[in-house]
């Protein structure tokens, strides 16, 4: 019997619809048993008018599918931080998707921003914790608005976080695992995540290792990111190495990434990128960060040939310079989603 599987798509805010136009092209091109929800509810202009980021229906729908392709959340009006965690916090939190899984690798040699040839090849993967650390909302504050106002936020670690996304940081190793901390600041946290990592070692112990300070991490990145493979930090340390990697490999518009359960098997796949107010509406963001987001997806749900066809299909696109201007071509975001569409035709 043909299983037809449900993917549940977000196109969002901003530039958000308009790079997962060309990503579910590229899904429908695969010819897989796929059928696809699309959510358009979910945007903007729906909490300025209702404050409803994320329904319960949205959530129900999200759930019941087999993976969520998402666009990017975000606009310029609203300036708390409601609208985007009602959205990507609810969805996080709500299934538990714990492992932030960020690919960063060069496409083509012009793309990189490094001058030694032999320090461009950047293949590296950052695994973000997902669900604590900074980003996880605890906190509060007094004498709002006076010069007398105190803020906190406190960067949550819990022993059972913290091992599992360890874990999974050796489950998807292939040379090495970089743990990035700053324990040497930071006492408590500090002491749980070197604990959890000599408990994880210990689990590994045919897996290369090393360890890092988050300081020290950036500048080794952006020195020579060759020597890494994958690096296990927390939420803000991952959200920013993250970015450095995505630059190191030509761009944010091209960066792929994908918050997944390993438990459940659940995942949301997105582009790394947010909105992009600055340049939604005119037709130039590049759709290769959603594109390989969509390659992620269809690997994960065990079509990892397809997804190898993608990538190459995206690889020879950049290399013949049919690209956004972002990454040096003249493209719209058609034309290059339309450019990976013909590769992956002639394979
Ligand atoms: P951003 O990623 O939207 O934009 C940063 C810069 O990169 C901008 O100059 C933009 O033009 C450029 N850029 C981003 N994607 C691009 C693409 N595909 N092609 C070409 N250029 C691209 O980050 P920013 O400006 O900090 O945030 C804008 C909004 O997006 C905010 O509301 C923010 O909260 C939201 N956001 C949402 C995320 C999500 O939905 N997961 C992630 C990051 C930000």
Redesign the pocket.
């Known amino acids: 019997m043909r299983l037809v599987r449900t993917i549940t798509v977000i196109p ?5 619809p ?2 997962i136009g060309p990503a579910l092209d590229v899904l429908v091109a695969l010819g897989l048993d796929l059928r696809f929800d699309v959510i358009e509810e979910v945007n903007a202009h729906r909490y300025l008018r209702d404050g409803t980021a994320l329904s319960d229906a949205d959530f129900a729908r999200v759930r019941s599918s087999a993976a969520t392709l ?7 009006r ?1 300036r708390d ?1 409601g609208y ?1 965690r009602g ?2 916090w609810r969805l996080r939190s709500g299934l538990d998707l714990y492992a932030n899984y960020r690919p960063a690798r060069l496409w083509h040699e012009r793309l990189s921003p490094l001058r030694d040839a032999a320090r461009r090849p950047i293949d590296c993967v950052v695994v973000r914790e997902n669900t604590e650390g900074l980003y996880s909302g605890i906190g509060g504050g007094t004498a709002t608005g006076t010069a007398a106002e105190v803020a906190l936020d406190t960067d949550l670690s819990t022993h059972r976080g913290v091992s599992r996304i360890i874990d999974f940081a050796f489950s998807v190793a292939r040379r090495g695992v970089c743990l990035v901390d700053k324990a040497s600041a930071i006492p408590h946290g500090g002491r749980l995540w070197q604990r959890c990592w000599r408990e994880a070692v210990a689990r590994h112990p045919r897996c290369a290792t090393s360890h890092l300070y988050a300081d020290t991490a950036a500048l080794r990145l952006a020195e020579d990111p060759t020597v890494f493979d994958v690096i296990v930090t927390n939420n803000t340390y991952g959200d920013i190495l993250s970015s450095l990697t995505a630059a190191l490999a030509g ?4 960066a792929p ?1 994908a918050s997944l359960n390993p438990g459940t098997g659940f995942g949301v796949f ?11 509406g005119t037709g ?7 594109i390989l987001s969509a390659a992620l997806l269809v690997e994960h749900l065990g079509h990892g040939e397809e997804a190898g066809a993608v990538r190459r299909a995206v690889a020879a696109a950049v290399a013949a310079g049919r690209t ?4 040096g071509g003249a493209l719209g ?1 058609r034309e290059a989603g339309a450019a990976v569409l013909a590769e992956l035709g002639a394979r």
């Open positions: 969002g805010d901003g530039i958000g308009e790079v998402l666009g990017a959340v975000g606009d310029p609203l931080t985007a959205v990507l761009g944010i518009g091209l990434s997105e582009p790394m990128h947010g909105s992009a107010p600055d340049i939604a130039t963001a590049n759709p290769l960060g959603a956004t201007p972002d990454i975001t």
